[in-house]
């Protein structure tokens, strides 16, 4: 079973749309997060979440929107789609006091 | 500002030339420094946490350790499959809450 899923694993869209990525963990991990890869490899934390509520709020326009349905979900949501946000996202999960992260597999988005 | 470097960015490696990658860290409020693998199209993967200076972890023919400035992880006969990009992160409590910042990664090539 995959611990961190995420959907979908590529996303191409045109400029001006909003899409949705989910993501979904089973390891019963408390702290959920969504960081982001450019094109240079440098990942940045863009949200993260604990028992659903959000404690890390990093600096990324307001355009983008997590949502945590429940404790093992933790969905992003990007409005009015630019150019720039064309990156791979990664989920990822952790425990507190326990071993780093596990992340997902990522979803490649793709602004045209 | 808190920051951390990883260095070299690339590195090709004959199998079994050992060597060293390097991540140096200027950042207060360290909680741990943490080592991934990531391959092509993957999301990283863990592989050690360092808490404390002098500190050492070892899996298989990888092995990191700790000083108060930098980590290194040595990887010791390295064969095709090691092949990826390992990246460091460092883990900082701000305002009563976690922070991690990831190195930009070192690519690693070993050639058969």
């Known amino acids: 079973d995959t611990a961190v899923s995420q959907t979908p694993k590529y996303l191409v869209t045109q400029m001006g749309n909003d899409k949705s990525i989910k993501c979904e963990q089973n390891?019963?991990?408390?702290?959920m997060y969504w960081y982001k890869q450019d094109s240079k490899k440098f990942l940045k934390i863009m949200f993260s979440y604990n028992n659903k509520e959000l404690i890390i709020n990093e600096t990324v326009p307001n355009r983008f929107s997590p949502k945590s349905p429940d404790k093992a979900h933790l969905n992003l949501h990007i409005n009015s789609l630019e150019l720039g946000d064309s990156a791979v996202y990664f989920c990822?999960?952790?425990?507190?006091?326990?071993?780093?992260?596990?992340f997902g597999s990522g979803t490649r988005l793709t602004v045209v | 500002e808190d920051q951390v470097t990883q260095s070299p960015e690339a590195l090709r490696l004959q199998e079994g030339e050992s060597s060293s990658l390097n991540c140096s860290y200027t950042?207060?409020?360290?909680?741990?420094l943490f080592w991934y693998r990531q391959d092509p199209g993957k999301g990283p993967e863990f592989l050690f946490t360092?808490?404390?200076a002098g500190e050492e972890k070892e899996k298989e023919r990888l092995k990191a350790t700790l000083t108060k400035k930098e980590s290194f992880l040595h990887i010791t006969a390295p064969k095709p499959e090691d092949s990826a990009t390992y990246l460091c992160a460092v883990r900082l409590t701000t305002s009563g809450t976690y922070k991690y910042i990831f190195g930009t990664g070192t690519r690693l090539k070993v050639l058969a």
């Open positions: 950042v207060s409020g360290l909680r741990g």
């Open positions: 360092l808490y404390s």
């Open positions: 390891l019963g991990h408390d702290t």
């Open positions: 990822a999960s952790s425990q507190v006091g326990k071993r780093g992260y596990t």
